[in-house]
């Protein structure tokens, strides 16, 4: 058989299984990305064809991560934005900051030249910096101004949970993402342009509200979802494998393996009950549980037992169902209660050390 052909793309150094650390960041932790084939190939194809990358998928798999971690391969700078249900269209574009101007506008004589400033007032948003970084560190707060204002290798713009907004906002973008360029009120000339560098813009949504239909026809659509070769239970423990296959330590001291400190029978473990308790509440048609209660977990317990296996063990059995089962009472249905007995009698485990 001959082997596949080696896309010229700079995602195809990347290989479906391995695990990426993204290090910290302002307002990001550290963190591990395990990458898929369909994320690798869904962003081959975004990027070839200068398309937006919409991930959808239910909450906790990965679909926010994966921007912050094609930054990182791509070594291009991540600018984010979460939508809520108050978010405006043109606040992608500019911000203008009525409430300072009014501050100063109170202050009197002494704000009067303030006041003329006009580029005081006015904050670009994730799009102005993606399409027009030189031109949008002149409006940047005080606070942005000691990021490096090098210009990037090129830009990765996270428009997070989009459907939490109307139709305006998807619909706002598809002038955007057509012309790649745009106004706004402070600057005479557009910003960005058809032989500009256009970033790459992933956009998740949770499928919260429908969204139009002429907008997911511009987007490149991967949806996230467990690895079909494998059941849930063992896609739960290779993640949570990733997450804890290296502990975060001072950089003078030695950094020993975290499966060492996270083990191998309290993923399964953590897997088994929330397998069990998805499928007590998926049969109610409620909410399940998924990868990120699992993750919180297994968080937890490293946090409060580390390195003690025992003793992660049972308080797996104790905390678990504050984690997992968030739906509240439902009458007749001990099963997904919150004094539901853990599975395999996790809490009556000894709480020895190892």
């Known amino acids: 058989m001959t082997a596949p052909a080696t896309p010229n793309s700079p995602f195809a150094a990347l290989q479906p299984g391995a695990v990426q650390e993204l290090g910290e960041s302002p307002g ?4 591990w990305h395990q990458w898929s084939a369909a994320e690798i190939d869904a962003l081959t194809l975004a990027y070839a064809a200068r398309r937006p990358l919409l991930v959808r998928g239910e909450p906790g798999t990965g679909k926010t991560q994966l921007a912050r971690a094609a930054a990182d391969a791509l070594g291009w700078r991540l600018h984010a934005e979460t939508i809520h249900p108050r978010f405006e269209p043109p606040e992608l574009l500019a911000r203008f900051d009525a409430v300072r101007r009014l501050a100063d506008a109170q202050a009197g ?17 994730v799009l102005w910096k993606a399409f027009g970084w030189e031109s949008a560190q002149d409006f940047l707060a005080d606070g942005e101004r000691g990021i490096d204002p090098a210009a990037p290798a090129g830009h990765v713009v996270l428009i997070d949970e989009i459907d939490k907004a109307d139709s305006d906002l998807p619909n706002s973008l598809l002038e955007v993402l057509a012309q790649r360029s745009f106004r706004v009120e402070p600057l005479p000339q557009p910003i960005g342009g058809p032989n500009a560098q256009p970033p790459l813009i992933v956009i998740t949504t949770n499928e919260e509200r429908e969204l139009p239909a002429a907008f997911l026809r511009r987007c490149i659509v991967l949806t996230q979802q467990p690895d079909p070769g494998m059941s849930y239970r063992d896609w739960l423990v290779r993640r949570g494998a990733a997450h804890f296959a290296e502990l975060p330590a001072d950089p003078s001291t030695p950094s020993p393996p975290r499966a060492e400190l996270i083990a191998a029978v309290i993923l399964e473990q953590a897997a088994d009950q929330l397998v069990s308790d998805r499928q007590q509440v998926s049969n109610l048609n409620l909410p399940p549980p998924g990868l990120a209660e699992y993750l919180d977990l297994l968080y937890a317990l490293h946090e409060l037992f580390p390195g003690q296996t025992g003793a992660q063990r049972q308080w797996l059995g104790r905390l678990s169902a504050y984690g997992y089962l968030k739906q509240g009472v439902v009458a007749g249905q001990s099963g997904v209660s919150q004094t539901r007995a853990p599975i395999d009698g996790l809490a009556e485990a000894p709480a020895e050390n190892g």
Do not use: V
Request: charged share 45%; hydrophobic share 40%; proline share 5%.
């Open 109 to 125: 004589a002494a704000a009067e030249e303030k006041l003329k400033d006009l580029k005081r007032y006015w904050r670009p948003g």
């Open 28 to 31: 990001q932790a550290r963190a």
